[in-house]
C-alpha cells in the first residue's frame, strides 16, 4: 500500500504501532519526521479487535482531529459479531476485495471502500535461482501451492491440493508437487498431517526452508501451475502474485480471488458451499461458509494444462494481463481522492 501511495507521487508517513498485539507494549514514541501533518487521516491496518489497542498505542495527540479508517482484512463472507465493537473507532473502513466489503458492508452501510492492494505497481522480483537452483529434474512438470500455516491450515486446505495432485498423477516422476509452507514449526499438528498426507509420494516435496520474497518469486518462476483449492481468501496474494509472473492459475473459483480473476485467466475450480470448521477457533461467523472445491474437477485441469504447454503459456499471459488491469494503482487512487488526499492539501498517515 505504501509504495502504491509513492507511486502515486503522495507523501506518506509510515508508523509502526509496535509488536503484536496482545503483548505488551508502551505508547509508541514517535520520531517528528514520522509524525504526520495536522489533517492527515490515519489509514489503521489493524482489524478491529485490536484496532482500539493500536489507537492507544499512537496516543490521543496523533489521533486527535484526524480521519481514521480501518483497512480490514477477513476471509468469511459474514463479518464477526465482535467487530461491531470497532466500528465506533473508524470513520470508514477500506478493504482488499468485494468479497470482503460484502461481509463488512453491514457493520458500516455506506462506509466501505475496496481498495485493492496494488501489487502490480511493483510486481515481484524473481532472484537469479533457476530450476536447477531449486533442485527441479529436467523435463519435470512443477505445480507448486504456497501457504502459511499461521494462515488456517483447514482454510488454506493443501490435502486438497495433493489429492488433486495424486488423482491427476499418481507416481508419475516427471510430475513435481512442491508444497512451500511457512510457519510449520509454529503448528505442529497440522504439519504433521500435511507430511502424512504426502508420506509415500516420491513426487511430492514438502519445502519449509525460509525464503526471501525474491527467493519465493524465483520459486513461482520455476513452476509452471500455481494451485490454491483455498476454502476462502479475502484477496488471494499468492495468486495474484504468481498471475503477475504469468504463471498459470488453478484456484477454487470463490471467495476474494475472484477480483482479478475468472475463467478466462484463471482455471477455475467450482465448489459447493459449506459451514466453515476451524479447529483454532478464528474464522467463526454465525450464518457463514466458505467452499468445499471440487478435487476431481482440479485434477483435470492439472492434467489438461501439464500435457499442453502452449495452453499453460496462453493462461499465464491472460493471467497477467488481468492481474496488471486489476491490482494496479485505480482503487488506491479512488480512495485518496476522496478523502482529499491525492490533490496534495490533506496527505495520509498509514500506521500498522
Given at each position: ?71 480490514w482484512a477477513w ?101 513435481l508437487l512442491i ?48 494451485l490454491s483449492l ?123
Amino acid at each position: 500500500m505504501l509504495r502504491g501511495v509513492e507511486s502515486l507521487g503522495l507523501p506518506s508517513w509510515p508508523v509502526d504501532v509496535g509488536p503484536p498485539i496482545g503483548r505488551t507494549a508502551p505508547q509508541v514514541a514517535f520520531a517528528s519526521s514520522c509524525v504526520p501533518p495536522p489533517g492527515a487521516s490515519l489509514v489503521m491496518h489493524a482489524n478491529p479487535p485490536v484496532l482500539p489497542l493500536a489507537l492507544l498505542r499512537l496516543g490521543a495527540k496523533m489521533v486527535r482531529g484526524r480521519r481514521v479508517i480501518g483497512y480490514w482484512a477477513w476471509e468469511l463472507p459474514v463479518a464477526p459479531r465482535e467487530w461491531r465493537a470497532g466500528v465506533r473507532f473508524v470513520h470508514e473502513v477500506w478493504v482488499p476485495s468485494s468479497f470482503t466489503a460484502a461481509a463488512v458492508e453491514p457493520l458500516l452501510p455506506g462506509r466501505v471502500r475496496v481498495v485493492r492492494p496494488p501489487l502490480a505497481v511493483t510486481p515481484p522480483r524473481p532472484a537469479p535461482i533457476g530450476r536447477d537452483g531449486f533442485a527441479i529434474p529436467a523435463g519435470t512438470v512443477v505445480v507448486l501451492m504456497i501457504f502459511n500455516l499461521a494462515s488456517s491450515f483447514v482454510r488454506k486446505n493443501p490435502l486438497a491440493a495433493i489429492a488433486a495432485f495424486r488423482a491427476a498423477f499418481g507416481d508419475r516422476r516427471d510430475r513435481l508437487l512442491i508444497l512451500k509452507v511457512t510457519n510449520a514449526d509454529h503448528f505442529a499438528d497440522d504439519f504433521a498431517a500435511l507430511r502424512a498426507a504426502a508420506a509415500d509420494a516420491t513426487n511430492i516435496r514438502i519445502e519449509t526452508r525460509l525464503m526471501t520474497s525474491n527467493e519465493i518469486a524465483a520459486l513461482t518462476m520455476a513452476a509452471d501451475i500455481v494451485l490454491s483449492l483455498h476454502r476462502s481468501e479475502g484477496l488471494g496474494l499468492v495468486l495474484g502474485e504468481a498471475m503477475l509472473l504469468g504463471r498459470p492459475v488453478v484456484a477454487t473459483g470463490w471467495s476474494g480471488n475472484l477480483d482479478f480473476m475468472d475463467e478466462s485467466s484463471a482455471a477455475l475450480v467450482p465448489g459447493r458451499l459449506i459451514v466453515p470448521v476451524d479447529p483454532r477457533g478464528v474464522l467463526v461467523a454465525k450464518g457463514a461458509v466458505w467452499a468445499d472445491p471440487d478435487v476431481g474437477v482440479a485434477a483435470q485441469h492439472l492434467r489438461r494444462l501439464a500435457d499442453d504447454p502452449a495452453s499453460r503459456m496462453a493462461l499465464g499471459e491472460a493471467g497477467r494481463r488481468m492481474a496488471v488491469e486489476r491490482l494496479g494503482p485505480e482503487t488506491l487512487l479512488a480512495a485518496m481522492q476522496a478523502i482529499g488526499a491525492a490533490g496534495g492539501a490533506h496527505p495520509v498517515g498509514l500506521p500498522g
